[in-house]
């Protein structure tokens, strides 16, 4: 079984940073791409950042030049780093992973539980 497991969210000032962390466990041979997905209260999810494992990233509009993604293929972890936070960035942000394969089977999409982000004075 696959998972992913999220970590770092919190509550932080306008301007202030946040470092999120996302780590898959199981039995895993390699993973296609990764990615940052962000939900608002009465919003629908969209990606924020994503990631291939060649190391090709792509950002949302809204968060070119704060955020930055990256990820380890060998320890099967992704980080993304967020500067210059807004309210408007307050959501959950969700991990998630594309093409997954395991020994056994290939895993087309895996998400993670999310971590609550909140930008506030």
């Known amino acids: 079984q696959v998972q992913l497991v999220e970590s770092g969210g919190g509550l932080v000032q306008p301007g202030g940073s946040l470092r999120l962390s996302c780590a898959a466990s199981g039995s895993i041979l390699s993973i296609n791409s990764m990615g940052w997905y962000r939900q608002a209260p009465g919003k629908e999810r969209e990606l924020v950042a994503g990631?291939?494992?060649?190391?090709?990233?792509s950002y949302a509009e809204s968060v070119k030049g704060r955020f930055t993604i990256s990820r380890d293929n060998a320890k099967n972890t992704m980080v993304l780093q967020m500067n210059s936070l807004k309210p408007e960035d307050t959501a959950v942000y969700y991990c998630?992973?594309?093409?997954?394969?395991?020994?056994?089977?290939?895993?087309?999409?895996?998400w993670g539980q999310g971590t609550l982000v909140t930008v506030s004075a």
């Open positions: 998630n992973a594309k093409t997954v394969r395991t020994p056994i089977y290939r895993i087309l999409e895996v």
């Open positions: 990631i291939t494992s060649g190391g090709t990233t």
